[in-house]
Every structure is written in C-alpha cells, then in structure tokens.
C-alpha cells in the first residue's frame, strides 16, 4: 500500500517553503498587498503578479532569486466556493522565481526535492505534464528525475503555455499532480479527475518571446516563476477530504458553526456548503480590509461589499439570526496574524467595516427575502424581470442574490426583462430631470410644494427627533442612500444652526437604528435647512425618524467667536470711531474675521486697547438678553443693523446691557464670562475704506497660543537664544544676509565681466559693425546688463546681444547697440529684443540703445539668441 505523507500545519507548509529556498539564495520577500501597483487588475489575482514588470522587462529585480508566500484573491469562480474541494476567492500562493538566473533543471529538481523530501509525499503518488511540444522538460523529468514516461503527460496549450497577452514574455508549463487513489493504477490517466488527482505545483518556464504575427523567439533573459497552492497542500499533507478541513480554514467554520448551534460533521451538504462559503470568504474580507479596502458599489469596494453579503446570506441559511461576522472574523484574524501581522494592526477597522456593512445588510435581507419567499412561494417557472427588478430597486436587493436564492430552487432569473425595466427607471430619472429641477442651489423652492419649511430649535435644544423629509445626492432626489454617499439633507425641524450671518453651519451627527450619518455643514435655501453630510452606517430612508445631535463643542467655539464679533464691534465704536460699521464677517470654530469701514488703518496703540477693553468686558461676566421685537422696536433702544442687510418686522435682538446691542439670527454665549480670553490676530486693508480684524476667541485662542509657542520654542532652539532675544538675533541675520548679498552681487558683477572679455574674441564683422550673441549662463539680470553695455563699448560700432537663466525656468536678455546702429539702420534696442523675447514665452524693451527683457521658457534660449544672430546678421548688411 502506498505511504501516506507527514502531516504538517499550514504555518508550518509556508515556513518550509520558504526556508527551503532562502538556504539556496533566494531573497525571502513579504506578501504584496491585495490591492496591486498594476492598473490592469483590480486586485492581486496570482503569486507572480508583483513581478509582473521585471518578466515583462519594465523594471530590473534587486534579485536574482526570490520567494515568497503570496495573499490572492480571485471571483472569477465564486459560485464553484464551498461546493467543490478547493475553490477558493482568498487564497495563497508559495512562489519561487528566479530572474534570468537558474532555468529548467533546477527549478524541476528543487520541486521534487521540495515535494518527496522535504514534504515526504510518495513518489509513487506523484504524476507530471509538461506542454506537448516541451521535450526539454519531459527529458528531464525522465532522465534527471527518473519519473517513468507513462506518469509523465503531455498537454495542449491551453492548459500548459503561459502567456501575459497576445505579445510578450510567455513560455511553457510544467506542473505537478498528486494521486489519492494510486490503486486505481497508471492505465488511462486522467488528470482532470479532480475527484482522483489535484495539481498543486505550478512552474512556470519563461523562455520565448512573441510578436505581433505569433512568431516565437528564444529570450536572452530566461525566467522562472512557480506556484505551490498552500491551501492544497494543507489539504494533501493533513489528508482531509477538502481543502475547507484544513486548518487554514476549518477554525473559522467551526466558529460559524458554535454561533448557528450546529455541528458541522453532523449536517448535510447544502448547510456544509454554507459554512465553507463563509470561512473562505471571511479570510478574504479580512486580508482586503486590512489593506485598506472599503465597501461600496464600484470596483474592488464592491467584490468586498458582495463577500461580506454573502457570509451574511449564508449565515442567515444555517440559522443564524443576529450579526456574527466580526466573531468569525476574530478567528481569521487569529490565524492569520503570525504571517500577516496587519490583519491585527488593522483589527479595529475591519471589525467596523464588518459591523457597519452587516447591519445596513440585514435590513435588507428582511425585507427583499420576504418578497423573494412570497414569489418562489407560488412555484414560478422564472422569475420576471418586474420582480427581480422590483426587489433591486425598491428593496435594495441585489441582482446576484436574486438569481442565487432562485437557482437553488431550480428557477432562473429573466435578465433581459430586467435589464427593460432598469432602462425604464434611467428614462424616467432623465425625464424627472428635465421637467423638476431638484438640485440644491437652485429648485428647492419646488419642493415647497410638497413639504413645509425646516423649524429651527437650535437656540435652546442642542437635540432633537427629525423626520426625513427629502434627501438629494448630487442634486437628484433619491429615496434611500446607503454607507458611504454623500447626502443632502431636509429636516422638518433641526436643532442645527444653517450657515447665515456669518457664522457657518453646525456639525454633528443624525442616528438611528444602526445608522449614523456625519453631518459637516448646514445651509440655508429658502424655508429649507440643508444638511450635508455623509452615510457612515447603515441606510438612512426618506420619512425615517432620526435623532439630530449638534457637535456641542463646536457649537461653543461658534459662540464664542459670535459673540467675540458683537464685541469687537463695540470696541472699535468705543476706542476709534462711533461711526464704524461692520462691511462684512465671519464666524468659524476656529476664528472671526471682521469687516469694517475705516479710512485708515489702526495704530498698535489702538489694538492693545481694544483687546483689552474686550477682555475686560469677558471678566465682567455680562449676561445676555435675548428677545425678539418689533424692528422699528429695536431701532428705537438703540439696536445696531448690519448696513444693507435686509430684516423681517420682527427680529431677534442680542443684547449684552451696556456692552453691545445688535440685531442677529446667529448662536450666542449666554454671558460673556463664556469666552474666557479674546486675542487679535491681525489687522489689514481689504479694499478702498474696508480694514479686517481677524481674531481667536474661548478655546481657539489656546490653539492658537500653542502654535505661536511651538514656533517660538523652534526659534529658540535653532538660534540658541532666549525668546526675548529672538527679534535683536533675527536683525543681525538680516544685516549678514544683506551685506553677503552685496558681496555676492559684486563677485558675481566680475564674473559676468570676465566672462564677457573673453567673448570679444567671437564677435563677427557685418559690414562696418561688430554683432555678438552669447549665453552667459546663470548671470543675474543686473550684470548681464554690465557685460552688454561693457562689451558694445569695447567693440565700437557693434551691436550686442546677451541672454542668460539665472534661476530655474527664467530668462533674461539684454541688447546694446551703438549709436550708429540705431541712426543708420533703424534698429532700437528696446524693440529688438521684446521680440526676441516672446519666443521664451516673454517680453520687454528699453531705450534705442539699451534694452532688458525677461521670459519664462529657458528651454527656448537657445533658439531665440540663434535668431537674434541671423535677424541682426540681416538688418545690418
């Protein structure tokens, strides 16, 4: 009876892989992420895909052998998961390559010592194929290895020729099978009885190229590349049926298993099929987050979104109710992380990804699987594509799902009446478009129609229920909007304070039943509060009843610069002008900005003292009175108005008795003690009789103390000074640099001219005149001019034309000409070298005989002093 091989653990298959080829020189590299540099493939989908540019020849390896232990992920074939032995979507690929290195003989001799030594399988249960027309490889595997021929099969292209395209780098294959039942004997091998023999070992021989016409040509650079399937492996040396029994995966079925209260051993194929469904999808949602992917409904965020739904499914088939997914998670996580450690650095974030995307799922899963049980209830010969549309579009039930609870019930899904009714639903969202504008800025008055106005009770509750009234993505109304959209929403009252005064709009959050949605800013249109935001969990429903929760934090600071604003107001009226008024404002959480009309601009003096009248009236601690009246109420007590503003017949009128009194909409501290300190920040001209204060108030000033105090500690510690002596150190910088500056000017004034001297030599004769052109290099503008006018009045009658770069990307010229060139000829400097010096992209002039000019283009230097020569050359004969 044939010998069965040693049993050893996928960690320890991986490991001695990997030692085996580091002992013969192989660099020994970690696992690329599933997310490739190769913009051709969404995701990692083989072992040698990370080398991919050194066998194309795009890039030069930093090795001449390497090895590796690879994560891939294919879904080509996610049907065939769970139902077969060994398909898999996240899967393994131990790899050896070597880059124009050591070929054939080596790569077939090591993966046999690999597989019969270090491996221990028999022999004898080992059988081969290489390509039909390969009898380099078939010999070797005879003669070298000792294989007899009849275990050795020759197979057609399409399963042993590799090829990256039409073109290119490719070569035959060699691959290795092993036999679980050899008593069946060698007559009649059939190596696609995969219920007999599994291919575990890929090579990969690298050794033509092929052109445009399929013609082959040897490589110079020969190449190998080999795949051994971990999970196969594991199945063959732990001698278990199927590569989920492995311990690679079965933990996590086991884990599914507890949760649903079933034993695995015990259950029928269809519920053994769900449980390998959901460990081999959960390795592979845990590998793809933890590289950074997240779900949505595009690319690789969709093969994510479409595993985790699955295991959800599949969860739900085996009877579990509630959400798993981060337990069984947990277990991948545990026996992956010794090999990929940032399965666990990554814990907290799969973990949420996982949570968030179940519970928005199930959901789902209630309501579409309650009418998908109503309609395979009446035992329908297909399923119409009004329904399966029906369950997309209004349930949020995916198509895939669709067709795969229908499948197993033997009943397909009408894809072409799908598709009709889908096309429908576009012609309606273009015809909606065209006759009902519904985006943000400019048509919600339409929906006044249909819905009242947003009630603001912000002022004195900081939360509140709301129901959704209308939510819009990128415009167009919609009726639901899932994890990660963008989302505009219409509340019929919000404790959020929308963007008006000045003062921005409130952040803060809106949840639910496993929903939250993160709001960043709250505009106002119309009767309407406009809430921008983002879905981060769950599904959030048109008419939904939410809890509207306002960033208290932020909703201080906003105060605290709000009221810091009505203060400063005061101030300036007090300490400078009565008849300042405000031209303008903002209010942030971080600062104020304030506007005012002044014809000058305010003295240190002045901005010490308003400072500090502001801080004093802080200390003070004077309440707030807050009423809404009349206007012409207000205006008579002495309320102040924002010139031009425009203001109901009743306002609300913010009033600090003694202090300041305006009329505003905005938030505000209900005694100034609130603030806690003011700072200005700055004061400058905005415009024609406009001047800005910008300015901190209440916590942001400690943020902006702590920066100026970071900047002061750096300043001390590179000039070795104490703070105080900051400003006297900086002026003696200041005087070095401008004396060096001088001196640099002088020595590089010499340069230029020695440089011109030696150009007098090059001057060609036209005639009476001398005409010379040159680059000088990196000379400054200010001595190029020197050299030109130096050089014309050593060559006489001549005219000179100088160009040089003297900084990245700029140019400069200069053109001096003698008095008898611009008489007789006609030709002015200023003129001359303007057009030279369009052709870099510039321009310029000056007087007749001495002109600069500049350009942007260095690159075109060259071509515009040659033309200089030639027009010159020209003008003057």
Known sequence: MPKSPKSLSGNQIRQKFLDFHEKRQHQVLPSASLVPEDPTVLLTIAGMLPFKPIFLGQRQSDFARATTSQKCLRTNDIENVGRTARHHTFFEMLGNFSFGDYFKEQAIAWAWELSTQVFALPPERLIVSVFREDDEAFAIWRDKIGIPAHRIQRMGEEDNFWASGSTGPCGPCSELYYDFHPEKGDKDIDLEDDTRFIEYYNLVFMQYNRDADGNLTPLQNKNIDTGLGLERMAQILQQVPNNYETDLIFPIIKTAAEIAGIDYAKSDEKTKVSLKVIGDHIRAVVHLIADGVTASNIGRGYILRRLIRRVVRHGRLIGIQGEFTTQVAETAIALAEDAYPNVRERNNSIQAELQREESQ?????????????????????????????????????????????????????????????????????????????????????????????????????????????????????????????????????????????????????????????????????????????????????????????????????????????????????????????????????????????????????????????????????????????????????????????????????????????????????????????????????????????????????????????????????????????????????????????????????????????????????????????????????????????????????????????????????????????????????????????????????????????????????????????????????
């Open 361 to 877: 799922f199930l959901k789902t899963l209630e309501r579409g699987e309650k009418l998908l049980a109503d309609i395979l209830a009446q035992k329908p010969d297909l399923i119409s594509g009004t329904d399966a549309f029906t369950l997309y579009d209004t349930y949020g039930f995916p198509l895939e799902l669709t067709q795969e609870i229908a499948e197993e019930q033997g009943i397909p899904v009408d894809l072409a009446g799908f598709e009709v009714e889908m096309e429908k639903q576009r012609q309606r969202a273009r015809d909606a478009h065209e006759t009902i504008d519904l985006t943000v800025q400019g048509s919600l008055d339409k929906l006044a129609e249909h819905i009242h106005g947003t009630t603001f009770l912000g002022y004195s509750e900081p939360q509140s229920t709301a129901k959704i009234e209308a939510l819009l993505v990128e415009g167009q109304a919609v009726e639901s909007a899932s994890s990660g959209t963008e989302i505009q929403i219409i509340l019929d009252q919000t404790p959020f304070y929308a963007e008006s005064g000045g003062q921005i709009g409130d952040r803060g959050y809106l949840s639910g039943d496993n929903l939250v949605v993160r709001i960043e800013d709250v505009k106002k249109e119309s009767d309407f509060f406009i809430h921008f935001g983002r879905v981060e969990r769950g599904t959030l429903n048109l008419g939904d009843t939410v809890t509207a929760q306002i960033d208290r934090a932020c909703r201080r600071r906003a105060q605290a610069n709000h009221t810091a604003t009505h203060l400063l107001q005061a101030a300036l009226k007090k300490i400078v002008d009565p008849s300042i008024s405000q031209a303008g404002s903002l209010v942030a959480f971080d600062r104020l900005r304030f506007d005012f009309n002044c014809s000058r601009s305010l003295t240190s003096e002045e901005l010490v003292q308003i400072e500090e009248q502001i801080n004093t009236w802080i200390a003070e601690a004077h309440g707030a009175d807050v009423a809404i009246m009349p206007l012409t109420d207000a205006k008579a007590k002495g309320a102040i108005a924002m010139f031009g503003e425009k203001y109901a017949s009743e306002v609300r009128v913010i009033d600090f008795p003694g202090v300041s009194m305006e009329l505003c909409g905005g938030t505000h501290v209900n005694n100034t003690a609130e603030i806690g300190v003011f700072k200005i920040v700055s004061e400058t001209g905005v415009a024609s009789g406009i001047r800005r204060i910008e300015a901190v108030a209440g916590p942001a000033v400690l943020d902006y103390l702590n920066l100026r105090d970071k900047v002061v500690k750096e300043l001390c510690d590179r000039f070795k000074v104490k703070p105080e002596e900051i400003p006297e150190r900086i002026t003696t910088i200041q005087n070095e640099l401008k004396a060096s500056q001088k001196q640099l000017d002088a020595v590089k004034q010499e340069l230029a001219l020695a440089k011109s001297d030696q150009l007098l030599s090059q001057a060609e004769s036209v005639g009476e005149f001398k005409v010379l052109v040159a680059n000088l290099g990196d000379i400054e503008p200010d001595a190029l001019k020197t050299a030109a006018e130096r050089l014309q009045q050593k060559l006489g009658e001549s005219a000179v034309i100088l160009g040089s770069v003297p900084t990245e990307g700029k140019v400069s010229l200069v053109a001096a000409f003698s008095a008898k060139i611009h008489k007789d000829k006609q030709l002015q400097a200023g003129k001359f070298i303007g057009g030279i010096a369009k052709l870099c992209g510039g321009g310029g002039g000056g007087r007749p005989n001495l002109a600069q000019a500049g350009g942007k283009d260095s690159s075109k230097l060259p071509e515009a002093l040659d033309t200089a020569k030639r027009q010159l050359i020209e003008q003057l004969q």
